[in-house]
Nanobody
Framework: QVQLVESGGGLVQAGGSLRLSCAAS????????IGWYRQAPGKQRELVAS???????YYGDSVKGRFTISRDNAKNAVYLQMNILKPEDTAVYYC??????WGQGTQVTVSS
């Protein structure tokens, strides 16, 4: 069974950092494009960052220079390092794999 499980969300003050993790099972993440989406209340789900199977990365304009996506093939996991967090980064963050396959989401709340 293909599954993505996120962890690492929480409450942080503006300017702080969080690292989200996504553990994959039932598949080999290095074979797929994989990444992170987020959805804030009342807004559409948006792509935050992604990485192709070859390692090419993409970042949404609002997170460029602050967020970094990475992948650990040995652990079959993908990560999102989030720095200089802003209140507008508050959302549920979802791990995603092309297909699509979605994780259950993890809440990130940034207080001002």
């Amino acid at each position: 069974q293909v599954q993505l499980v996120e962890s690492g969300g929480g409450l942080v003050q503006a300017g702080g950092s969080l690292r989200l993790s996504c553990a994959a099972s039932g598949m080999t993440i290095s074979s797929y494009s994989i990444g992170w989406y987020r959805q804030a209340p009342g807004k559409q789900r948006e792509l935050v960052a992604s990485m192709t199977s070859s390692g090419k990365t993409y970042y949404g304009d609002s997170v460029k220079g602050r967020f970094t996506i990475s992948r650990d093939n040995a652990k079959n996991a993908v990560y999102l390092q989030m720095n200089i967090l802003k209140p507008e980064d508050t959302a549920v963050y979802y791990c995603w794999r092309v297909g699509p396959v979605w994780g259950q989401g993890t809440q990130v709340t940034v207080s001002s």
